[in-house]
């Protein structure tokens, strides 16, 4: 983890926000889940059900942000854009993943699940809007109306 860690920079705080987020909705999270479907009854039906989805909500968001991590130094964006990138997918994880747990333990979900929904949603539209025009840019990819200009360099150099 320490050479993944040296290799990036502004990855770095997505891939800690990630493994985080996954050790708490894997452990925390988890462990009633894991006890209600061996049959010791710690959730009611109703709750079960609502915390199975907050907890693939957390595993998701957690995924996402550590292969963010991975490949956000990569791509070709100012430093400015990368970093809103990082920061955009870490908010969306709060929104989504520790706002949404949050209503549910508050038992506050029904009335405010929209705002946790819209928030995570338009954090993941800007970071991934951000991260496709970054992969396109990295990849080459000439949309319509675009052109691609190449260089090529022959082995015998100039004029051979």
């Given at each position: ?6 290799d ?12 985080l ?5 894997a ?5 009633p ?8 009854r ?8 609502i915390?199975k ?5 957390g ?9 963010l ?27 989504g993943a520790?706002?949404?747990?949050a209503?549910?333990l ?12 819209l ?22 990819v ?19």
């Amino acid at each position: 983890m320490n050479n993944l860690l040296q290799d990036t920079q502004i990855g770095k705080r997505n891939i800690i926000f990630g493994v985080l987020l996954f050790l708490l909705f894997a452990l925390v999270i988890g462990i009633p889940l894991t006890l209600n479907f061996f049959g010791v009854r710690v959730l009611s039906d109703e709750q079960y059900e609502i915390w199975k989805v907050v907890h693939g909500y957390g595993i998701f968001l957690a995924v996402i942000n550590c292969f963010l991590g991975t490949v956000v130094d990569g791509l070709r964006l100012s430093h400015g854009q990368k970093d809103l990138l990082s920061w955009s997918f870490i908010i969306a994880g709060v929104f989504g993943a520790l706002g949404r747990m949050a209503l549910v333990l508050l038992g506050l979900l029904a009335q405010w699940h929209l705002l946790a929904s819209l928030g995570e949603v338009v954090f993941f539209v800007v970071g991934l809007a951000l991260f496709v025009y970054g992969w396109t840019r990295k990849t080459g990819v000439a949309f319509e109306g675009e052109q691609r200009t190449e260089t090529r360099v022959r082995a015998g150099g100039p004029g051979q």
